[in-house]
Protein backbone atom coordinates (compact mmCIF):
# COMPACT_ATOMS: atom_id res chain seq x y z
CA UNK A 1 0.00 0.00 0.00
CA UNK A 2 1.37 3.64 -0.77
CA UNK A 3 0.02 6.57 1.33
CA UNK A 4 0.55 10.08 0.23
CA UNK A 5 0.65 12.58 3.74
CA UNK A 6 0.66 16.26 3.00
CA UNK A 7 2.23 16.05 -0.13
CA UNK A 8 3.65 18.32 -2.27
CA UNK A 9 4.86 18.10 -5.75
CA UNK A 10 6.38 20.43 -7.79
CA UNK A 11 9.46 22.82 -9.60
CA UNK A 12 12.17 24.53 -7.95
CA UNK A 13 14.46 26.96 -10.23
CA UNK A 14 16.94 29.40 -8.57
CA UNK A 15 15.14 29.08 -4.45
CA UNK A 16 11.14 29.78 -6.05
CA UNK A 17 9.19 26.74 -5.80
CA UNK A 18 6.20 26.81 -8.32
CA UNK A 19 3.89 24.30 -6.57
CA UNK A 20 1.92 22.42 -9.08
CA UNK A 21 -0.10 19.73 -6.39
CA UNK A 22 -0.25 20.76 -2.79
CA UNK A 23 -1.71 19.45 -0.02
CA UNK A 24 -2.16 15.35 -1.36
CA UNK A 25 -3.49 12.90 1.51
CA UNK A 26 -4.11 9.71 -0.72
CA UNK A 27 -4.04 6.38 -0.51
CA UNK A 28 -3.16 3.72 -3.25
CA UNK A 29 -4.35 0.14 -1.79
CA UNK A 30 -1.91 -3.03 -2.97
CA UNK A 31 -3.80 -5.53 -4.98
CA UNK A 32 -5.75 -2.98 -6.46
CA UNK A 33 -4.93 -0.53 -9.96
CA UNK A 34 -5.47 3.30 -8.86
CA UNK A 35 -5.92 5.58 -11.84
CA UNK A 36 -4.11 9.08 -11.46
CA UNK A 37 -6.63 11.46 -13.42
CA UNK A 38 -6.67 15.06 -14.55
CA UNK A 39 -6.71 17.38 -17.47
CA UNK A 40 -3.77 18.11 -19.40
CA UNK A 41 -0.77 20.09 -16.96
CA UNK A 42 -2.91 19.15 -14.38
CA UNK A 43 0.44 17.72 -12.73
CA UNK A 44 0.25 13.89 -13.34
CA UNK A 45 3.54 13.44 -14.42
CA UNK A 46 5.28 16.04 -11.99
CA UNK A 47 3.66 13.86 -8.98
CA UNK A 48 3.90 10.19 -10.20
CA UNK A 49 7.82 11.21 -10.70
CA UNK A 50 8.28 12.87 -7.80
CA UNK A 51 6.79 9.80 -5.49
CA UNK A 52 8.97 7.82 -6.78
CA UNK A 53 12.58 9.87 -6.36
CA UNK A 54 12.55 10.80 -10.29
CA UNK A 55 12.18 14.52 -9.05
CA UNK A 56 13.05 16.48 -5.56
CA UNK A 57 9.61 16.38 -3.47
CA UNK A 58 8.89 19.57 -2.40
CA UNK A 59 7.42 18.69 0.91
CA UNK A 60 5.79 15.83 2.44
CA UNK A 61 5.85 11.77 3.06
CA UNK A 62 5.12 8.97 0.95
CA UNK A 63 4.83 5.71 2.84
CA UNK A 64 5.17 1.84 1.60
CA UNK A 65 3.70 -0.65 3.55
CA UNK A 66 4.43 -4.37 2.83
CA UNK A 67 2.66 -7.61 3.16
CA UNK A 68 3.41 -8.04 6.77
CA UNK A 69 2.21 -3.94 7.42
CA UNK A 70 5.60 -2.86 7.63
CA UNK A 71 6.01 1.01 6.65
CA UNK A 72 9.01 2.31 5.06
CA UNK A 73 9.36 5.92 3.89
CA UNK A 74 10.05 5.23 0.06
CA UNK A 75 12.24 8.19 -0.87
CA UNK A 76 14.38 7.77 2.50
CA UNK A 77 15.56 4.32 1.09
CA UNK A 78 18.64 3.83 -0.59
CA UNK A 79 18.42 3.91 -4.19
CA UNK A 80 19.02 0.25 -4.91
CA UNK A 81 16.38 -0.41 -2.23
CA UNK A 82 13.92 1.33 -3.63
CA UNK A 83 14.83 0.27 -7.21
CA UNK A 84 14.10 -2.92 -5.55
CA UNK A 85 10.84 -2.30 -3.92
CA UNK A 86 9.33 0.10 -6.59
CA UNK A 87 9.63 -0.16 -10.49
CA UNK A 88 8.63 2.78 -12.93
CA UNK A 89 7.38 2.77 -16.48
CA UNK A 90 7.59 5.92 -18.24
CA UNK A 91 5.79 6.94 -21.23
CA UNK A 92 9.86 7.99 -23.12
CA UNK A 93 10.73 5.92 -25.84
CA UNK A 94 13.55 4.20 -25.07
CA UNK A 95 16.63 3.36 -26.80
CA UNK A 96 17.28 -0.60 -26.73
CA UNK A 97 20.20 0.17 -29.04
CA UNK A 98 20.62 -3.32 -30.63
CA UNK A 99 19.31 -5.33 -27.17
CA UNK A 100 17.05 -8.59 -27.35
CA UNK A 101 13.13 -8.33 -26.30
CA UNK A 102 14.84 -10.56 -23.13
CA UNK A 103 18.20 -8.39 -22.72
CA UNK A 104 15.46 -5.40 -22.09
CA UNK A 105 13.59 -7.42 -19.23
CA UNK A 106 16.73 -8.72 -17.84
CA UNK A 107 17.76 -5.23 -17.03
CA UNK A 108 15.06 -4.91 -14.38
CA UNK A 109 17.11 -7.54 -12.37
CA UNK A 110 19.93 -5.47 -12.04
CA UNK A 111 18.70 -3.68 -8.50
CA UNK A 112 19.79 -7.55 -7.51
CA UNK A 113 23.12 -8.23 -9.60
CA UNK A 114 25.84 -8.71 -7.53
CA UNK A 115 29.44 -6.49 -8.55
CA UNK A 116 30.06 -8.50 -11.76
CA UNK A 117 26.66 -7.55 -12.81
CA UNK A 118 26.17 -11.43 -13.91
CA UNK A 119 22.65 -13.38 -14.04
CA UNK A 120 21.98 -16.09 -11.58
CA UNK A 121 20.31 -19.33 -12.62
CA UNK A 122 16.88 -17.76 -10.68
CA UNK A 123 17.24 -14.15 -12.34
CA UNK A 124 17.38 -16.20 -15.58
CA UNK A 125 14.62 -18.31 -14.27
CA UNK A 126 12.01 -15.02 -13.53
CA UNK A 127 12.79 -13.50 -16.86
CA UNK A 128 11.50 -16.68 -18.37
CA UNK A 129 8.43 -16.74 -16.06
CA UNK A 130 7.83 -13.25 -16.18
CA UNK A 131 7.97 -13.40 -20.13
CA UNK A 132 5.04 -15.90 -19.96
CA UNK A 133 3.52 -14.22 -17.56
CA UNK A 134 2.27 -11.57 -20.01
CA UNK A 135 2.54 -13.97 -22.88
CA UNK A 136 5.55 -12.36 -24.43
CA UNK A 137 7.93 -15.28 -24.90
CA UNK A 138 7.55 -14.97 -28.26
CA UNK A 139 8.75 -11.53 -27.97
CA UNK A 140 12.50 -12.63 -26.23
CA UNK A 141 14.29 -13.13 -28.98
CA UNK A 142 13.64 -10.26 -31.38
CA UNK A 143 15.00 -7.16 -31.64
CA UNK A 144 13.52 -4.57 -29.57
CA UNK A 145 13.89 -1.27 -31.64
CA UNK A 146 12.27 -3.38 -34.04
CA UNK A 147 9.09 -4.32 -32.25
CA UNK A 148 5.88 -1.90 -32.21
CA UNK A 149 4.70 -0.21 -29.90
CA UNK A 150 2.20 -2.50 -28.45
CA UNK A 151 5.01 -5.34 -28.37
CA UNK A 152 7.76 -2.96 -26.15
CA UNK A 153 5.07 -2.04 -23.62
CA UNK A 154 4.64 -5.31 -22.78
CA UNK A 155 8.54 -5.91 -22.49
CA UNK A 156 8.66 -2.75 -20.67
CA UNK A 157 6.24 -4.04 -18.42
CA UNK A 158 8.17 -7.24 -18.15
CA UNK A 159 11.45 -5.61 -17.61
CA UNK A 160 9.14 -3.64 -14.28
CA UNK A 161 7.82 -6.50 -13.12
CA UNK A 162 10.84 -9.07 -13.22
CA UNK A 163 12.32 -6.97 -10.13
CA UNK A 164 9.10 -8.14 -8.17
CA UNK A 165 8.26 -4.75 -7.15
CA UNK A 166 5.76 -4.00 -4.26
CA UNK A 167 4.75 -1.23 -5.91
CA UNK A 168 4.43 -0.62 -9.89
CA UNK A 169 4.08 3.21 -11.06
CA UNK A 170 3.35 3.62 -14.83
CA UNK A 171 3.25 7.41 -16.68
CA UNK A 172 0.28 7.38 -19.31
CA UNK A 173 0.98 3.42 -20.00
CA UNK A 174 -1.73 3.16 -23.09
CA UNK A 175 -0.34 6.98 -24.50
CA UNK A 176 0.61 4.70 -27.93
CA UNK A 177 -1.67 1.62 -27.95
CA UNK A 178 -4.70 1.16 -29.98
CA UNK A 179 -8.15 0.77 -28.12
CA UNK A 180 -8.11 -2.92 -28.01
CA UNK A 181 -4.89 -3.15 -26.68
CA UNK A 182 -5.68 0.03 -23.97
CA UNK A 183 -8.55 -2.35 -22.60
CA UNK A 184 -5.82 -5.80 -22.47
CA UNK A 185 -3.64 -3.53 -20.98
CA UNK A 186 -5.64 -2.45 -18.31
CA UNK A 187 -7.03 -5.94 -18.14
CA UNK A 188 -3.53 -7.01 -17.57
CA UNK A 189 -2.78 -4.58 -14.77
CA UNK A 190 -5.60 -5.60 -12.73
CA UNK A 191 -4.46 -9.18 -12.99
CA UNK A 192 -1.15 -8.58 -12.22
CA UNK A 193 -2.07 -6.01 -8.96
CA UNK A 194 -4.86 -8.96 -8.20
CA UNK A 195 -1.90 -12.07 -8.52
CA UNK A 196 0.81 -10.53 -7.21
CA UNK A 197 -0.91 -8.75 -3.93
CA UNK A 198 1.13 -5.23 -5.66
CA UNK A 199 0.19 -1.76 -5.69
CA UNK A 200 -0.24 -0.25 -9.32
CA UNK A 201 -0.76 3.32 -10.09
CA UNK A 202 -0.92 4.51 -13.71
CA UNK A 203 -1.36 7.91 -14.90
CA UNK A 204 -3.71 8.12 -17.75
CA UNK A 205 -6.10 10.57 -20.16
CA UNK A 206 -8.58 7.32 -20.49
CA UNK A 207 -10.90 8.94 -18.02
CA UNK A 208 -13.81 6.49 -19.34
CA UNK A 209 -11.24 3.33 -19.28
CA UNK A 210 -10.45 4.22 -15.68
CA UNK A 211 -13.94 4.24 -14.60
CA UNK A 212 -14.56 1.04 -15.41
CA UNK A 213 -11.11 -0.92 -14.79
CA UNK A 214 -9.58 0.73 -11.96
CA UNK A 215 -10.41 0.18 -8.52
CA UNK A 216 -9.38 3.98 -7.29
CA UNK A 217 -9.28 7.06 -8.82
CA UNK A 218 -7.34 9.87 -7.63
CA UNK A 219 -8.40 13.00 -9.30
CA UNK A 220 -6.17 16.11 -9.90
CA UNK A 221 -8.33 19.44 -9.84
CA UNK A 222 -6.91 22.93 -9.28
CA UNK A 223 -4.15 22.16 -7.50
CA UNK A 224 -5.84 19.14 -4.91
CA UNK A 225 -6.39 15.50 -5.15
CA UNK A 226 -9.34 13.94 -4.26
CA UNK A 227 -9.80 10.41 -4.16
CA UNK A 228 -12.56 7.28 -4.15
CA UNK A 229 -14.17 4.83 -6.07
CA UNK A 230 -15.07 5.38 -9.46
CA UNK A 231 -18.29 5.06 -8.59
CA UNK A 232 -18.62 7.70 -6.24
CA UNK A 233 -16.72 10.23 -8.13
CA UNK A 234 -18.71 9.60 -11.05
CA UNK A 235 -22.22 9.98 -8.89
CA UNK A 236 -21.22 13.14 -6.71
CA UNK A 237 -20.31 15.04 -9.96
CA UNK A 238 -16.39 15.21 -9.76
CA UNK A 239 -15.75 13.66 -12.92
CA UNK A 240 -18.48 15.92 -14.84
CA UNK A 241 -17.08 19.14 -12.81
CA UNK A 242 -13.08 18.23 -14.17
CA UNK A 243 -13.51 17.18 -17.47
CA UNK A 244 -17.18 18.51 -18.96
CA UNK A 245 -15.62 21.04 -21.64
CA UNK A 246 -18.13 23.84 -23.47
CA UNK A 247 -18.36 21.02 -26.26
CA UNK A 248 -18.20 17.96 -24.00
CA UNK A 249 -20.50 16.74 -21.66
CA UNK A 250 -20.03 13.70 -19.22
CA UNK A 251 -23.11 11.29 -19.13
CA UNK A 252 -23.16 10.15 -15.51
CA UNK A 253 -25.69 6.98 -16.61
CA UNK A 254 -23.39 5.70 -18.92
CA UNK A 255 -19.97 6.78 -17.79
CA UNK A 256 -19.29 8.30 -21.28
CA UNK A 257 -18.79 11.24 -22.83
CA UNK A 258 -20.78 12.91 -24.99
CA UNK A 259 -20.33 15.70 -27.61
CA UNK A 260 -22.75 18.76 -26.59
CA UNK A 261 -25.27 19.91 -29.40
N1 LIG B 1 10.81 21.19 -15.53
C1 LIG B 1 9.72 21.92 -15.24
N2 LIG B 1 9.84 23.11 -14.60
C2 LIG B 1 8.75 23.86 -14.28
N3 LIG B 1 7.50 23.49 -14.57
C3 LIG B 1 7.32 22.33 -15.21
C4 LIG B 1 8.40 21.48 -15.58
N4 LIG B 1 7.90 20.37 -16.20
C5 LIG B 1 6.56 20.52 -16.20
N5 LIG B 1 6.22 21.69 -15.62
C6 LIG B 1 4.85 22.21 -15.43
O1 LIG B 1 4.17 21.41 -14.50
C7 LIG B 1 2.78 21.39 -14.83
C8 LIG B 1 2.28 19.96 -14.81
O2 LIG B 1 2.90 19.22 -15.86
P1 LIG B 1 2.74 17.64 -15.95
O3 LIG B 1 3.50 17.21 -17.16
O4 LIG B 1 3.08 17.05 -14.65
O5 LIG B 1 1.17 17.53 -16.20
P2 LIG B 1 0.33 16.27 -16.71
O6 LIG B 1 -0.91 16.26 -15.93
O7 LIG B 1 1.18 15.05 -16.71
O8 LIG B 1 0.05 16.75 -18.20
P3 LIG B 1 -0.40 15.92 -19.51
O9 LIG B 1 -1.74 15.34 -19.19
O10 LIG B 1 -0.50 17.00 -20.54
O11 LIG B 1 0.66 14.91 -19.78
C9 LIG B 1 2.63 22.08 -16.19
O12 LIG B 1 2.13 23.36 -15.97
C10 LIG B 1 4.04 22.15 -16.70
O13 LIG B 1 4.23 23.30 -17.47
Redesign the pocket.
Known amino acids: MLTLTDVAA??R?RGRE?V?VDEVDAVAPSGAVTALL????????????SLVGL?PLLRGRVTLTDARGRDAELLQLSPRERARRTAVVL?ERIDAGLLTGREVVELGRHPYLGLIGRLTDRDRFLVGETLAELQAGDLAGERFAELSDGQRQRLLLARALVGEPELLVL??PSAFLDVGARVDLMALLRRIARGRGITVVL?T?EVELALRMADRLWL?QDHRITSGAPDTMVADGRIARTFGTRHAVFDAASGTFRVRT
Open positions: GYHRIGPNGAGKSTLLRQTDESHI
